[in-house]
């Protein structure tokens, strides 16, 4: 999807499938993206590396939520200080 590794930013996520499914990964986006830009766009797919180093391409019609493991952890440590 993207010609080269430096030109892709990160960022962990679960991924809460149509079929029930949760899966752990990392998205793969353009550099100058973010996720809501991504999901926005244009294309069916969407880069997708599981958690055991798989390489997918995931339909955005088959996400149901995208959980951001960053935030979500950010937010915990602030309610836990």
Same mark, same amino acid.
């Given at each position: 999807?993207?010609?080269?590794?430096?030109?892709?930013?990160?960022e962990q996520v679960q991924l809460?499938?149509?079929?029930?499914?949760? +899966?752990?990964g990392t998205l793969l986006l353009?550099?100058?993206?973010?996720?809501?830009?991504?999901?926005?766009?244009d294309a069916a797919t969407i880069?997708?590396?599981?958690?055991?180093?798989?390489?997918?391409? +995931?339909?955005?019609?088959?996400?149901?939520?995208? +959980?951001?493991?960053?935030?979500?952890?950010?937010?915990?440590?602030? +309610?836990?200080?």
């Open positions: 999807m993207f010609n080269s590794q430096s030109q892709r930013k990160e809460v499938l149509f079929d029930g499914r949760v +899966v752990s353009p550099v100058t993206s973010e996720v809501r830009r991504a999901l926005n766009g880069e997708f590396l599981h958690a055991d180093g798989r390489l997918s391409l +995931v339909a955005k019609q088959a996400i149901v939520e995208i +959980v951001l493991v960053r935030e979500n952890e950010a937010a915990a440590a602030a +309610v836990a200080a």
